[in-house]
């Protein structure tokens, strides 16, 4: 059975501190990992990521994968209060006629 | 960009009567449509996967006859749950594969009462 795991389930910073949070997974066939931001509506995009070691950026947040170990980070640089949300790490088989497999999320508060 | 709409956002049923989700790709053509609930503090669970022109493809401990799901174009896939209960209650959301991956609707709420 697939499974994503992310930890930690929840986190208290203040604005302009750095975050990380973890995406740890099994699946076979893995195609690729995403991660999403869930405020209060449905999950919007962040990142897909396909290949180990490549790092993926977008302003203050980056990415990377690691297919060794399984793992995957999100950092989250200079967090402001607008950053409060879910993220949820998500993993895809090949063939992409499978749903995604989410992990149960972190739910990050910045703190002003 | 890849847009899904989904509709409605909010529906409040009564116990017992059925309820319709549309869930369209706006700008792309998708052979196939996703459809996750979750339930209040909890992570995204997927239900189904909606196949155009062909049946429904169930996740494990989801009632088909329950929650019926029609995929009648390459645009449009619907999901009907049927004699609702308020354990039904949940945010149900669809997702549609396209060009820029996965692209998910809006979501609907549904309460039942």
């Known amino acids: 059975e697939d499974k994503v795991v992310q930890s930690p389930l929840s986190l208290v910073v203040h604005e302009g501190d750095t975050v990380t949070l973890n995406c740890s997974y099994e699946v076979t066939n893995f195609r690729s990992l995403l991660w999403y931001k869930q405020e209060k509506k449905a999950p919007t995009f962040l990142f897909m990521l396909?290949?180990?070691?490549i790092e993926k950026k977008s302003g203050r947040l980056s990415s990377i994968l690691d297919k060794k170990e399984l793992f995957s980070i999100l950092n989250i640089t200079a967090t402001q209060t607008g950053d409060s949300a879910v993220y949820l790490c998500?993993?895809?088989?090949?063939?992409?006629?499978?749903?995604?497999?989410f992990g149960k999320g972190t739910h990050l508060i910045i703190q002003p | 960009g890849a847009v899904v709409s989904q509709h409605p956002s909010r529906v409040i049923c009564k116990s017992g009567t059925s309820v319709k989700i549309e869930c369209r790709s706006l700008?792309?053509?998708?052979?196939?449509m996703f459809w996750y609930r979750q339930f209040p503090k909890q992570s995204l669970m997927l239900m189904a996967t909606?196949?155009?022109?062909?049946?429904?493809?169930?996740e494990q401990g989801v009632e088909k006859d329950k929650f019926l799901i029609n995929h009648a174009s390459l645009t449009l896939s619907t999901l009907t749950v049927t004699s609702a209960h308020p354990e039904d209650s949940s945010f149900y959301i669809c997702?549609?594969?396209?060009?820029?991956?996965?692209?998910f609707g809006s979501g609907t709420r549904l309460t039942v009462v």
């Open positions: 997702s549609a594969t396209g060009v820029g991956g996965y692209t």
């Open positions: 998500a993993v895809g088989r090949r063939g992409g006629a499978d749903g995604l497999t």
């Open positions: 909606s196949n155009e022109g062909s049946k429904a493809t169930y």
């Open positions: 396909t290949s180990s070691g």
């Open positions: 700008d792309f053509q998708a052979t196939t």
